[in-house]
């Protein structure tokens, strides 16, 4: 059974940064490209940055380059976000996703606020 659980949300002020973690299990992990995605309040689901198998070869929506590194660690079974320099309008729940299993994890609520 595939599981994603997200970790590291909270409330940070403007300029700030965290770092979300997902951890994976019930699937090869390492062979699986993995993405984040965020949903604010009263808007869609957006894709957030995405990262490939076996290169890790990554890529990021417009909102959040240079500002956010995803990134994976094969022998955790983990795939991380860093975000720094963080804004309010960065404010929304962040999802794991894994795309070839059509799976998501629960979601980790990220505030940033003064």
């Known amino acids: 059974q595939v599981q994603l659980v997200e970790s590291g949300g909270g409330l940070v002020q403007p300029g700030g940064s965290l770092r979300l973690s997902c951890a994976a299990s019930?699937?090869?992990?390492?062979?699986?490209?993995m993405r984040w995605y965020r949903q604010a309040p009263g808007k869609e689901r957006e894709l957030v940055a995405s990262?490939?198998?076996?290169?890790?070869?990554?890529s990021y929506g417009d909102s959040v380059k240079g500002r956010f590194t995803i990134s994976r660690d094969d022998a955790k079974n983990s795939v991380y976000l860093q975000m720094n320099s963080l804004k309010p309008e960065d404010t929304a729940v962040y999802y794991c996703?894994?795309?070839?299993?059509?799976?998501w994890g629960q979601g980790t609520q990220v505030t940033v606020s003064s």
């Open positions: 996703y894994a795309p070839y299993f059509v799976s």
């Open positions: 990262i490939s198998s076996t290169r890790g070869s990554t």
């Open positions: 019930g699937f090869t992990f390492s062979s699986s490209a």
